[in-house]
């Protein structure tokens, strides 16, 4: 059993620029519950800004923090990581975006998990897009290229992000 919530809210700051906040608890059994008896409760905290330089130009900061608490029976796991994410759309097709990444494991020996990534976007239409990815993983010393291809189809799909 998990139980999970969400806050969240969004003020515009002037006629161009919003700033989005938002915070997520999940409480509940974890992963190892069968074996470790551990319960796990995970609260993250994000922040958006966006500024609209024109009618398709739009700067987009990102981040998020979350903390995570491991309680088993003999001792407790604290972890936390974040995110930031920094982005630039050109026009109505394009846009590029940079991202950081920072993690704890949450397993009793912990280890430390950096990453860094660069992105490319082609807009095909506002629910359909392409996307290659570069990422470089610390933990592994590995180089990640992705190529993702999205859509949105049916009378409800909306605007990606």
């Not at 059993?1 to 906040?21: G, I, M």
């Not at 009793?108 to 976007?121: L, N, Y």
């Not at 610390?138 to 909306?158: A, N």
């Amino acid at each position: 059993e998990l139980y999970n919530a969400r806050l969240w809210a969004s003020f515009s700051l002037t006629d161009v620029s919003e700033l989005e906040v938002g915070g997520s608890y999940l409480y509940g059994r974890g992963p190892e519950y069968t074996f470790h008896k551990d319960i796990l409760s995970l609260s993250g905290y994000d922040l958006t800004f966006k500024w609209w330089t024109s009618s398709y130009s739009r700067l987009i900061f990102q981040s998020e923090f979350a903390y995570i608490k491991r309680a088993l029976p003999d001792n407790s796991i604290n972890r936390y990581g974040f995110y930031a994410f920094l982005g630039y759309r050109f026009n109505k097709y394009w846009s590029c975006g940079l991202r950081y990444d920072y993690s704890e494991t949450p397993e009793v020996e912990k280890e430390i998990r950096r990453g860094i990534s660069a992105t490319f976007t082609y807009n095909f239409t506002e629910t359909t897009y392409i996307r290659p990815q570069y990422s470089y993983d610390s933990m592994k010393d590995g180089h990640l290229f992705y190529l993702q291809f999205v859509f949105g189809m049916g009378p409800h799909s909306h605007p990606l992000e």
